[in-house]
Nanobody
Framework: EVQLVESGGGLVQAGGFLRLSCAASGFIFGDYTIGWFRKAPGKEREAVSC????????DFSDSVKGRFTISSDSAKRTVDLQMNSLKPEDTAVYFC??????WGKGILVTVSS
């Protein structure tokens, strides 16, 4: 059974940082791309960043480029999203996903102004 569990969310002031972690199990970790998405109230779900465990390529949305980084640890089976210079508009529930097929339950990030 594929399981994705997010951790590391919380409340932070604008300009601060948080590190989200996605713990994965139930599939061959090295064969898939894992992505982070977010859903803010009243907005569509947005793809934030992803990393391929096959070739290490990464991608970021324009809204987070230069502020967020993504990393993968195959030994721990985790994909981390380091979020720096946070803005109030980064407030959302953040989800990790495997190829857009399997999803975690999400974790709330709140950035106060």
């Amino acid at each position: 059974e594929v399981q994705l569990v997010e951790s590391g969310g919380g409340l932070v002031q604008a300009g601060g940082f948080l590190r989200l972690s996605c713990a994965a199990s139930g599939f061959i970790f090295g064969d898939y791309t894992i992505g982070w998405f977010r859903k803010a109230p009243g907005k569509e779900r947005e793809a934030v960043s992803c990393i391929s465990n096959v070739d290490g390529r990464t991608d970021f949305s324009d809204s987070v480029k230069g502020r967020f980084t993504i990393s993968s640890d195959s030994a721990k089976r985790t994909v981390d999203l380091q979020m720096n210079s946070l803005k109030p508009e980064d407030t959302a529930v953040y989800f990790c996903s495997v190829n857009g097929l399997y999803w975690g339950k999400g974790i709330l990030v709140t950035v106060s102004s």
